[in-house]
Nanobody, 114 residues
Framework: QVQLVESGGGLVQAGGSLRLSCAAS????????MEWHRQAPGKQRELVAT???????MYANSVKGRFTISRDNAKNTVFLQMNNLKVEDTAAYYC????????WGQGTQVTVSS
């Protein structure tokens, strides 16, 4: 059974930082491309960052220079370091694994206050 479990969300003031984690089980983690998405109330889910199996990252323009995606294949975990958070970063954040199928976590809420 595949599971992706996000953690690390919370309430933070604008300008602050949070580090999200997503622990995967039931998949050969190292061969999957891992992604972070977010969905704000009333908006469509959007892709925030991806990291390939080789460790190459890509970012949405809205987070470039502020967010960093990384992965630890030994721990089957992908991270999203979020710095200089803005109110508009408020959303539920989801990780996904794409490879031999696509899998999603349940999400973790990030709320940025002004």
């Amino acid at each position: 059974q595949v599971q992706l479990v996000e953690s690390g969300g919370g309430l933070v003031q604008a300008g602050g930082s949070l580090r999200l984690s997503c622990a995967a089980s039931g998949i050969l983690f190292s061969v999957y491309r891992m992604e972070w998405h977010r969905q704000a109330p009333g908006k469509q889910r959007e892709l925030v960052a991806t990291i390939t199996s080789a460790g190459d990252p890509m970012y949405a323009n809205s987070v470039k220079g502020r967010f960093t995606i990384s992965r630890d294949n030994a721990k089957n975990t992908v991270f999203l370091q979020m710095n200089n958070l803005k109110v508009e970063d408020t959303a539920a954040y989801y990780c996904s694994a794409r490879g031999f199928g696509t899998y999603w976590g349940q999400g973790t809420q990030v709320t940025v206050s002004s």
